[in-house]
């Protein structure tokens, strides 16, 4: 076949260094961001923190030509965004944490925590017994779990031990007995009927503990199935009895050791606040969430100065101006969509969580003329305060249920209800997830039995047969 020459014209979209970088800020939570911006402001010289308060977002008599500019520019980002973001792919994790040094502001303390090991040995310490009986006591604290229980069975701690060491399981049984009488009580038990038994020991004497005790010692199994009527009959007592000695064990912890369990407490910063303003819900940026970055006036008046000798600062020059356009835009970006979520379900912020209405992705997409991949982006790892407490902007997106009216009901509000349905019922009967479909069904709404099980489910509310009391 003879070679020939073919022209072809085509079409494709670029990935261009400043769009990548809006895409990877719009997507991060504020944390991340903040660590993506310590990163640049390392790297970068041109780059500094602006100091002293900045303008409140939100207001509308400041900065009145800047915010102009900044939509416009905003608008124009936005189209080239959403064109990229039908396929360009996101990017995925954070920028790593910097090590602390001697320039650092601020540094992060945690509280200091005495462990349950240290909890221990403190009593230990100060126990009478012999050193032995120490030594094995420290041993079998060594086999706790979190939660206090023993986790081992002593015939196999006992296998552990050379038989020089002359150890007998009668050793080990003094030497639990010693762990058992430690504070918190259930410490040292080896099953949660145990457990309760160790806690009611320490309690005063009186028939309620007595007959708590018997419980948790013979009937425990009985309890958790709470069949009250087996329970009266096995143990001969009245239904005031027993109601009593259930509210006793009720008081009791099945894992008497988890105060003691570190606490890793994550803290999130609401990029939105919203407040009633003159009878409407408005959105405004969050002043402590919102970096207040400019490019370094020495280094950008010498780069003026020398303008044909410029180097690499002139590249990071482009970058910080790049960072700081990108970080603006993000966070115009987050207010836009946290407004029109506001708009959407108003209804929410002055009723609560019933009046909850359906929405989805697309729709403020359309509204906002954005692509639905930025919605998703934006809302993500992004937080609004509102009188209602801090939520997620996912939190404001959910399926729906059909109403006999023809219309739809969220499945938040489907949750609300049926939290205030268990809530309101009889303990002695509760509803069934057969009849909690029936009431909703009372008040338009269609659901299935397995639609309440799923929801009731995702709210941690026990089926009926655990729900019951006497």
């Known amino acids: 076949m003879k070679p020939t020459l073919q022209l072809k014209l085509s079409q494709h979209l670029t990935l261009t260094p400043q769009l990548q970088q ?3 800020l719009l997507q991060l939570s504020t944390i991340e961001l903040n660590q993506e911006i310590e990163k640049a402001l390392l790297d970068n010289p041109l780059l500094e923190r602006e100091e002293g308060p900045g303008p409140e977002s939100g207001s509308e008599g400041d900065g009145e030509g800047e915010r102009n500019e900044s939509e416009s520019t905003e608008s124009q980002s936005n189209e080239v965004l959403d064109a990229m973001s039908e396929w360009a792919s996101s990017s995925s994790g954070s920028s790593s944490n910097r090590d602390d040094d001697d320039d650092s502001d601020f ?20 126990t009478p017994m012999s050193d032995r009986d120490r030594s094995l006591v420290r041993l079998l ?12 069975s002593l015939d196999d701690i006992l296998e552990m031990f050379d038989p020089e060491n002359e150890v007998e399981i009668e050793d080990l049984q003094i030497a639990l007995h010693h762990l058992q009488h430690l504070d918190p009580p259930g410490v040292g038990a080896r099953s949660p009927s145990e457990c309760l038994a160790l806690q009611l020991r320490s309690l005063p004497e009186s028939p309620t503990r007595d007959l708590a005790m018997r419980i948790v010692v013979e009937h425990l199994e009985l309890l958790a199935q709470r069949d009250f009527v087996r329970l009266r009959r096995n143990l001969q007592c009245s239904e005031d009895s027993l109601r009593e000695a259930h509210h006793l064990i009720c008081s009791l912890s099945p ?6 369990a570190l606490n890793d407490t994550r803290y999130v910063i609401p990029d939105v606040v919203v407040r009633k303003v003159r009878g409407r819900w408005t959105a405004a940026l969050n002043p ?13 008046q010498l780069l003026q ?31 836009r969509v946290a407004q029109s979520i506001v708009d959407q379900q108003r209804q929410f ?3 609560g969580e019933v009046a909850m209405r359906p929405l989805t992705l697309r729709e403020i997409a359309e509204e906002l003329e954005l692509h639905e991949s930025t919605i998703s982006r934006v809302t993500t790892q992004k937080y609004m305060s509102t009188p209602r407490g801090v939520l997620e902007f996912k939190y404001f997106f959910g399926s729906h249920v059909a109403t006999d009216t023809g219309g739809a009901a969220s499945s938040t ?4 209800l049926i939290r205030q349905l268990v809530e309101a019922e009889d303990r002695k009967k509760p509803l069934s997830d057969s009849k909690i479909a029936d009431l909703l069904g009372q008040q338009g709404m269609v659901v299935a039995r397995r639609t309440v099980a799923k929801y009731r489910e995702s709210l941690n509310i026990p089926p009926v047969s655990k729900r019951k009391t006497i």
């Open 22 to 24: 809006s895409i990877k």
């Open 107 to 126: 540094q992060s303390f945690h509280a200091a925590q005495v462990s349950l090991r240290e909890h221990l040995d403190q009593q230990i310490a100060l």
């Open 141 to 152: 604290m060594e086999a706790l779990d979190d939660d206090g229980y023993l986790t081992q």
């Open 255 to 260: 894992r008497p050791c988890a105060e003691f």
């Open 288 to 300: 402590e969430a919102m970096p207040k970055l400019k490019v370094n006036a020495l280094y950008a």
């Open 305 to 335: 100065q020398n303008r044909g000798n410029n180097g690499d600062l002139g590249g990071q020059l482009q970058e910080a101006k790049w960072l700081i356009k990108n970080v603006q835009q993000r966070f115009d970006t987050i207010l």
């Open 349 to 351: 912020f002055d009723y």
């Open 413 to 416: 509000a489907i949750r609300a």
